[in-house]
């Protein structure tokens, strides 16, 4: 068999020439062998690596080997392209969002790509939830509760059940990492990606040797690594599938010294066109943190470094809403004891996501103080066009015309609900005239103090314009929305205005339109807010005091 890319593997290792063709043989064997003959190979392999591996963490003939052992893979799978992606794949990809419960956006895709599997065994979605605990504990370090639970699940998953069966080992491979039992680990890797080949392809034998590469401590051997994953690049470049994104964001990973801030700048501009299924939000938070720190501290591009760091602001929330999301699943699936060993490992998870923000705060700072000059004239245009509402401390229409559309369209890409409410003080003209203008002005804000609290960091709050606010609530569905409108519009009725000894009633007519569209252009965000603005002055028509949600049969 005879290597045809462009990038020769064998350069970058010591072992020596007859031992590479015996293992290149090998290999191939392996690859076509049955599955009596398969063991036998692999043990031929293993023998073959005991004359030169220690199979400690930092022996770099194991890294040789296995480097070796993956090229040689490779130079078989990357000649076979799959006509299509497999549910398996799409499976594999679906393990980027765990935990994956009811209220996920990946919950329907999970139970389709099961769906067979549940036709066979009704149990299948418990065994899977049990099975996203143990990947979850593997991921955090907690491999005392992990081994307990993999040993309860090792009779509920059955080669049968190939999605199971295929994440139960990507568990199975971080425990046996962590014990440092490497020779039976690289001989379940060798087996584990045949054996996915034979039941389902390329692609996903690919991904599990993709997963391998990521896996080993390479140190000294990274080179090899960066090699390995340019052979695969050269194979995918031109898809947007998982494999490409492992391969784009483990490239983007590597020290600097073997890829250096442009070369990562452009992978970090290919990877965030990707699907938002196929990257998960702690990878999202660090490409776009990257790219404020290098359109800052390199490009000095200030704006687009502002821009980058709000990204990464809106996906370090996320990374704190998947820590509690796991919380939450660990509290509801594991007993009071087992929980309270798990939680010291949730804390790190904690702890390292804290770090973070504090290093995306310096580096805030420290991008603006590089681009003093520029803040100067930022804070003139601040002084002639402030964004803030002065009565009500809200941020006020400038802010929606000059940041809001951005905003949009990352949620978009990203397929995150998004609804657009309209809130209007209902007979505010009646108030001024009866109580005088500033009572009407402490009805404003203590109205804007309401809506503070009720809403979260990520919702936009803007004082439209005279009693109009305008909310926008990301990822909130339609369903959602109006329950948290209708609450709203309740909990003002019912609180007291009181001014100089006087009682004010203030009740709100409230209008919701839904803002569901791929790609957002300036058009669309009007015709949203003027859609909740139509639905709210229906609410008005019917009586006020209620909310109203456009449809298309709304009355303008």
């Known amino acids: 068999m005879t290597q045809t890319h462009s990038i020769e593997i064998a350069g970058f290792t010591s072992i020596d020439p007859k031992i590479r063709e015996e293992l290149r043989g090998l290999v191939g064997k392996l690859i076509i062998a049955d599955d009596k003959t398969r063991l036998t190979v692999v043990d031929s392999i293993l023998k073959l690596a005991d004359k030169l591996c220690s199979f400690q963490a930092k022996d770099s003939a194991s890294c040789e080997f296995s480097g070796l052992i993956i090229d040689f893979m490779l130079s078989y799978f990357l000649k076979v392209r799959c006509s299509h992606e497999s549910e398996l794949f799409h499976f594999l990809g679906l393990l980027n969002h765990t935990p994956i419960t009811l209220d996920s956006p990946y919950y329907q895709k999970l139970v389709n790509n099961l769906c067979p599997s549940m036709e066979a065994c009704p149990d299948t979605m418990k065994v899977f939830d049990r099975l996203q605990l143990l990947y979850i504990f593997t991921a955090n370090g907690d491999f005392d509760n992990a081994k307990v639970l993999f040993e309860e699940l090792e009779p509920l998953v059955s080669r049968k059940d190939t999605h199971l069966w295929v994440f139960y080992h990507l568990s199975k491979a971080r425990i046996l990492q962590h014990d440092n039992q490497l020779r039976e680990l690289m001989r379940m890797r060798m087996l584990k990606i045949v054996e996915v080949y ?11 040797i993709l997963r391998w590469i990521m896996a080993i401590n390479w140190h000294k051997q990274s080179l090899m690594k960066k090699a390995l994953l340019m052979r695969i690049y050269e194979r995918v470049n031109d898809q947007k599938s998982l494999n490409t994104a492992f391969v784009l964001y483990e490239l983007f990973a590597l020290e600097d010294r073997l890829v250096p801030p442009a070369e990562k700048l452009g992978y970090q501009k290919k990877l965030i066109k990707f699907p938002a299924s196929i990257l998960n939000v702690h990878q999202l938070q660090i490409l776009y943190f990257f790219a404020g720190n290098y359109s800052s501290g390199i490009q000095s591009h200030f704006k687009e470094s502002i821009q980058n760091y709000q990204y990464s602001n809106y996906f370090l929330h996320k990374c704190w809403e998947n820590i509690l999301s796991v919380s939450l699943f660990m509290r509801n699936h594991l007993d009071a004891e087992r929980y309270i060993k798990a939680m010291p490992f949730l804390d790190i998870r904690i702890h390292e996501l804290s770090n973070q ?44 015309e000059n940041n809001l559309f951005q905003m949009v369209v990352l949620a978009s890409r990203h397929k995150v609900p998004i609804c657009f409410t309209m809130i209007d003080i209902d007979f505010f003209k009646l108030t001024n005239d009866t109580y005088g203008h500033p009572a009407g002005d ?11 609290n009720k809403f979260r960091k990520s919702d936009i709050i803007i004082r439209y314009g005279g009693e109009e606010f305008l909310v926008i609530l990301f990822d909130s569905s339609l369903e959602r929305s109006v329950g948290i409108m209708e609450e709203l519009r309740q909990n003002i009725a019912q609180h007291s205005f009181v001014f100089r000894n006087q009682v004010i009633p203030v009740t709100v007519s409230i209008g919701i339109s839904s803002g569901d569209t791929q790609e957002p252009n300036h058009t669309d965000l009007n015709t949203f807010i003027s859609h909740a603005d139509i639905a709210m002055y229906q609410a008005k028509n019917d009586g006020r005091n209620r909310l109203a949600v456009y449809t298309g049969d709304t009355k303008e």
């Not at 392809?201 to 690919?206: L, P, V």
């Not at 402490?442 to 503070?452: P, R």
């Open 198 to 208: 034979d039941v389902d392809g390329t692609d996903s034998a690919i991904n599990f």
């Open 357 to 400: 923000v504090s290093m995306q705060n310096n580096a805030y700072v420290e991008s603006l103080q590089a681009d003093y000059n520029k803040i100067e004239e930022l804070y003139e245009k601040v002084g002639e066009l402030s964004l803030t509402d002065s009565l009500t401390g809200l941020r006020n229409r400038r802010y929606l």
């Open 442 to 452: 402490y009805v404003l804000k203590e109205l804007a103090k309401i809506l503070t």
